[in-house]
């Protein structure tokens, strides 16, 4: 009877021992995973404003090259110098 009470208190440490590592493997997993989580979600981020950035970029260049196509229809022509160009004024100021 006493062999059998030692023995259930060994089995009750043991599975308490046990259920200790675990959690404790389980909490630092999830420090982890929130770590990268979080690093991940500033890569995006960073990402998508860089790619927003460039898209502003490309439309502001096309609105330019409109403009100065509707005042400028020399600009366009491949065999004209354009040098001068507002078109090329204009994008060398931006």
Same mark, same amino acid.
Not at 28 to 51: H, V
Not at 65 to 72: G, I, K, T, Y
């Given at each position: $009877? &006493? =062999?059998? &009470?030692?023995?259930?208190?060994? !089995? !009750?440490?043991? $599975? @308490? &021992?046990?259920?200790? *590592?675990?959690? #404790? =493997?389980?909490?630092? $997993?999830?420090? #982890?995973?929130?770590?990268? +989580? =979080? /690093?991940?979600?500033?890569? !995006? +981020?960073?990402?998508? =404003? ?5 898209? &502003? #970029?490309?439309? %502001? ?6 403009? @100065?196509?509707?005042?400028? %229809? ?12 507002? *078109?090329?004024?204009? !994008? /060398?100021?931006?």
């Amino acid at each position: $009877m &006493v =062999k059998g &009470v030692i023995a259930g208190l060994c !089995l !009750l440490a043991f $599975m @308490a &021992v046990t259920a200790a *590592v675990y959690y #404790k =493997k389980s909490e630092e $997993m999830a420090r #982890k995973s929130g770590a990268l +989580y =979080k /690093q991940n979600s500033e890569i !995006l +981020y960073s990402k998508l =404003k860089e790619a927003y950035e460039n898209n &502003v #970029k490309i439309e %502001k260049t096309r609105r330019a090259l409109e403009r @100065a196509a509707r005042e400028d %229809k020399t600009a366009f022509d491949w065999g004209a110098d354009i040098s001068h160009s507002p *078109v090329i004024l204009r !994008l /060398q100021a931006d």
